[in-house]
T-cell receptor, first 113, second 114 residues
């Protein structure tokens, strides 16, 4: 595709529900990254993949957060038993190879009530 | 990972040159210096990257002194549309670099006035 796409763009859920956020990277990009951004702050790294392999998940806040990229293309970030503190903008980025310029998607605004 | 320090905010007027300086005292030998720009409601966008001396592209220039403990992003003749947050990042993230994740700080909020 022309750029990184994310869906849904907005997600409102109730506390305790599970949510799945989707990222479709630029075609041919090996590396895919997930970030979380609070209002007024810079993006905070969560995890990243090279192809289907998760390379670094040190930024995931706790075990309620998980991510996968089973076929080395589309990725899903799942948050189980959501809490209000999970409310944020979740951004996905991709790059041709690890360490290269990252292209960011429009983000998913998650609101947990 | 190297920590960066940059001003929280800056104001400028249209047509002026803007210089944003970033300090990174503990930069490592393999680290590159990268700047991203973020407009409200959008994801960050790569502006420029450098290792030493001066790098220039169609958008900006990046000046890096010999000790590499700081860097300056220079935006020539800014316009209202340059109003954004500018992030300075340091890491082994050049092409072929080993660091996958980007470490963002709070950035510098640049406001350009007419």
């Amino acid at each position: 595709g022309a750029g990184v796409s994310q869906s849904p763009r907005y997600k409102v859920t109730k506390r305790g529900q599970d949510v799945a956020l989707r990222c479709d990277p630029i075609s041919g990009h090996v590396s895919l990254y997930w970030y979380r951004q609070a209002l007024g702050q810079g993006p905070e790294f969560l995890t990243y993949f090279n192809y289907e392999a998760q390379q670094d998940k040190s930024g995931l806040p706790n075990d309620r957060f998980s991510a996968e990229r089973p076929e080395g293309s589309i990725s899903t970030l799942t948050i189980q038993r959501t809490e209000q503190r999970d409310s944020a903008m979740y951004r996905c980025a991709s790059s041709l190879v690890s360490g290269d310029e990252q292209f960011f998607g429009p983000g998913t605004r998650l609101t947990v009530l | 990972l190297a920590k960066t320090t940059q001003p929280i905010s800056m104001d400028s007027y249209e047509g002026q040159e803007v210089n944003i300086t970033c300090s990174h005292n503990n930069i490592a030998t393999n680290d590159y210096i990268t700047w991203y720009q973020q407009f409200p409601s959008q994801g960050p966008r790569f502006i420029i990257q450098g290792y030493k001396t001066k790098v220039t592209n169609e958008v900006a220039s990046l000046f890096i002194p010999a000790d590499r403990k700081s860097s300056t992003l220079s935006l020539p003749r800014v316009s209202l549309s340059d109003t954004a947050v500018y992030y300075c990042l340091v890491g082994d993230v050049g092409y072929g670099g080993s660091q996958g994740n980007l470490i963002f700080g709070k950035g510098t909020k640049l406001s350009v006035k007419p």
